[in-house]
């Protein structure tokens, strides 16, 4: 069974940092390309960034790019997500997905496996 678990998430204060992983299981991981979304409360998820089935190719959206960094570590199973000068507006769950189809990373629907979220909170 295909599995997706985030860790990583947490408080932080407003300048910080956090790394959050994400680990699969039950999937061939090199396959599929890998997002991070996040969703604030009373907001849609929103895109944050993506990565190639290598390392090779990322995406990021505006709001975080230059203080994101995604990654992936395929001999782990693992998609990392390292934040540094966070906001408080980066406060929301954070969301790892999994998709093989060749579709546009930015939207939520390209993707077919979902993490169950981690928690970041940035205060200021």
């Known amino acids: 069974q295909e599995q997706l678990v985030e860790s990583g998430g947490g408080f932080a204060q407003a300048a910080g940092s956090l790394r959050l992983s994400c680990t699969g299981s039950g999937l061939t991981f090199s396959l599929y390309r890998m997002g991070w979304f996040r969703q604030a409360p009373g907001k849609e998820r929103e895109f944050v960034a993506a990565?190639?089935?290598?390392?090779?190719?990322?995406y990021y959206a505006d709001s975080v790019k230059g203080r994101f960094t995604i990654s992936r570590e395929n001999a782990k199973n693992t998609v990392y997500l390292q934040m540094n000068s966070l906001k408080p507006e980066d406060t929301a769950g954070y969301y790892c997905?999994?998709?093989?189809?060749?579709?546009?990373?930015?939207?939520?629907?390209?993707?077919?496996?979902w993490g169950q979220g981690t928690q970041v909170t940035v205060s200021s």
């Open positions: 990565v190639s089935w290598s390392d090779k190719i990322t």
């Open positions: 997905a999994a998709t093989r189809a060749s579709g546009n990373l930015h939207y939520h629907n390209s993707y077919d496996y």
